[in-house]
């Protein structure tokens, strides 16, 4: 029996019965092709997470109108149902039921990615997109709600089981329903019921076309989280009216564009956060709810549950850091399940800022399933990994679960590397959780961990490895500044492994992620900290949602940030600015906190011993994506 018997209990959305409590909602992958066809890549990701346990997949936002789209699929014609069909039948295959979500961005897009003018309810630009958005007049309202219901017709006829309706997040229902947004004076503006009107008349139209008996799931935000937006009181005035127009099921998000650092949240927020608002929606309607965010525990998912605060569990990230999850909790290898960090990195930043399509730090197979497999090895091999940080752990893991005898070499006590000193600062015990799961996974799988084992060549030799890879990582840099060499000169690493002996007043020089984490590390502390950063900005390296938190409680820690002031030498009594008056920043310590270089010493030692593979920051200083995802790359290859 099952340890989360009401996780994995069988629910229904109308007709429909669903296998589980848990459903994939929909996130936008960049996995469409640019005319909004289904690509191969689309497929293989859906194709996955099908099959890993999830009780209903949700293919992301699709779009039911030339006016919106992107680098999403599209619905809004009927060449598009060959695509989705083949989306439906795998997800279908893998045992899941399907839903899609049809989608308009209404205001939340701009014309030189639509190649049209971008609509809205009135000529009030998105404060991200900054376009002015052209007005819907009686014809244009209407031919947009036309096009949600031919959009369900067609994912009916594609095999979808179901279909979302999507008025959260700001996009154009949402627009409508909301007076942040909506300053029309007819009968689509002024009050709550005349805001309704247009996404209830949308419903109608999907009701319509799909018939009595098709589910329909409508989501919104419980919350916008922006001043004039809505609030859940006017949240629970709103779902009522959209179940008397035949929905099924109300998914309760939070956000829109302003306030995406809730609706996609960081490892800053706590799990289940957004919880509460589901459960406000499930005391005025009676059809079942869906809960998200930041749930990425089956324990805590169990909770909610049973708790009765949500009848079903939106779980999105997480299906991208481990597909098989669900699979693995019910069969009891709950320890095998790897945890979403809710960094961002991979997913939302890689999307949004780089224009890549999504991923997972922890999981670089995610969108590229059909190249990054998983088999056995086809040879017996032996692989020695040296460095027990992210990369060498990783790497180590993934060797021996496919056949590889692994060996590891780690110079200190302990494993983690810097993804163990990554996991120190506040709010990322994620990371740290992530580290405790790698060296149980070693455990489990029987690598040869050795501890307080410099690697030598001779030592490798011993081993007669048929592999060899390097995983040694960084070392921090030293900027040439007089007087770094004082005892009260300390590296960001040092403080923090063992911040004992840290005085209470403290200079940090180094404004990116390692020196403001470790500023807001010693400021919780209670230290008076100052930040000092040569270039204009800071946190270049940290995605937007997790700076403004950070930025937040740096504040609330009263750290200063000094930006364009240069460390001109180290005294005694502090730090000299290089500026007109030789400025004097008094501290008791100072830390390091200005980069890395490579330790890569063991290459040209080994070469003609086996076939050797240098990752990670061993490789070139970057991020844990570059060094989770050059393991994969690695390990999944071995003796192939």
Not at 289 to 316: M, S, Y
Not at 379 to 388: A, F, Q
Request: net charge negative; hydrophobic share 40%; charged share 25%.
């Amino acid at each position: 029996m099952s340890s989360f018997p009401t996780l994995f209990s069988p629910a229904k959305i109308g007709s429909l019965e669903i296998k589980n409590r848990l459903i994939m909602p929909a996130m936008g992958t960049g996995m469409a092709n640019k005319d909004g066809t289904v690509t191969d890549q689309l497929y293989h990701y859906h194709r996955v997470r099908a099959a890993g346990g999830a009780g209903m997949i949700t293919v992301e936002i699709v779009a039911v109108h030339p006016t919106t789209g992107g680098s999403s699929p599209a619905i809004w014609d009927d060449r598009f149902i060959p695509g989705l069909k083949r989306l439906a039948d795998v997800i279908r295959e893998g045992g899941a039921k399907s839903c899609v979500q049809l989608w308009h961005a209404g205001r939340q897009t701009n014309s030189n990615v639509t190649g049209l003018p971008i609509i809205a309810p009135s000529a009030i630009p998105c404060p991200l997109c900054q376009e002015e958005p052209t007005i819907m007049d009686q014809e244009l309202i209407q031919e947009i709600i036309d096009s949600f219901g031919e959009a369900a017709r067609r994912a009916k006829e594609a095999g979808f089981d179901c279909v979302e309706i999507h008025g959260a997040h700001g996009y154009l229902l949402a627009q409508f329903m909301s007076p942040y947004s909506n300053q029309r004076t007819d009968e689509y503006g002024g009050s709550l019921e005349n805001r309704a009107k247009f996404p209830l008349a949308v419903i109608d139209k999907v009701r319509a076309m799909v018939g009595p008996d098709y589910p329909i799931i409508y989501r919104l935000s419980g919350e916008e989280k922006v001043k004039g937006g809505l609030t859940i009181e006017d949240t629970k005035k709103i779902v009522p009216l959209l179940v008397q127009h035949g929905v099924d099921a109300i998914h309760v998000s939070v956000g829109l564009y302003e306030s995406l650092r809730y609706t996609v949240p960081p490892m800053d927020l706590d799990r289940g956060f957004n919880v509460w608002a589901a459960e406000e929606v499930k005391k005025v309607v009676s059809v079942p709810v869906i809960a998200v965010g930041r749930i990425n525990d089956p324990a805590l998912a169990e909770e909610i549950l049973t708790q009765g605060k949500a009848d079903f569990i939106g779980v999105g990230r997480s299906l991208l850091t481990d597909p098989d999850w669900p699979n693995k909790v019910q069969n009891g290898q709950g320890e095998k399940m790897r945890y979403c960090i809710a960094c961002n990195q991979g997913c939302v930043d890689r999307l949004l800022l780089e224009g890549k399509h999504a991923s997972c730090i922890l999981n670089p197979a995610c969108g590229r399933e059909a190249e990054f497999t998983f088999e056995p090895v086809t040879k017996k091999g032996k692989v020695v990994v040296v460095g027990g940080g992210p990369a060498g752990m990783e790497a180590a893991r993934i060797a021996r679960d496919r056949g590889c005898e692994v060996v590891l070499f780690e110079v200190k006590g302990e494993l983690g590397g810097q993804w163990r000193l990554a996991g120190k600062p506040p709010k990322k015990c994620e990371i740290a959780g992530d580290v405790k799961w790698l060296i149980n996974q070693l455990e489990l799988s029987g690598v040869d961990v050795r501890l307080n084992t410099p690697a030598t060549k001779d030592l490798i030799q011993a081993e007669k490895p048929d592999a060899i890879i390097l995983a040694t990582g960084s070392t921090p840099t030293k900027p040439p500044i007089e007087g770094i060499e004082q005892p009260h000169v300390l590296l960001a690493p040092q403080v923090l492994e063992d911040p004992s002996s840290v005085g209470d007043k403290v200079v940090v020089i180094g404004g990116g992620a390692t020196g403001l984490e470790t500023a807001e590390f010693l400021g919780e502390m209670g230290k008076k900290v100052t930040v000092i950063e040569v270039m204009e900005d800071i946190a270049r390296t940290i995605g937007p949602a997790r700076k403004q938190f950070l930025m937040e409680r740096l504040e609330a820690f009263k750290v200063e940030v000094r930006v364009q002031a240069k460390a001109k030498k180290i005294t005694a009594q502090g730090v000299v600015l290089d500026d007109a008056n030789e400025t004097l920043i008094p501290a008791d310590h100072v830390v390091i906190a200005v980069g890395v270089k490579s330790v890569n010493l063991l290459e040209p030692e080994l070469k003609g011993v086996a076939p050797v593979y240098v990752i990670g920051d061993a490789k070139e200083p970057r991020t844990a994506m570059n060094a989770f995802y050059e393991a994969n790359e690695v390990a999944r290859s071995l003796f192939s």
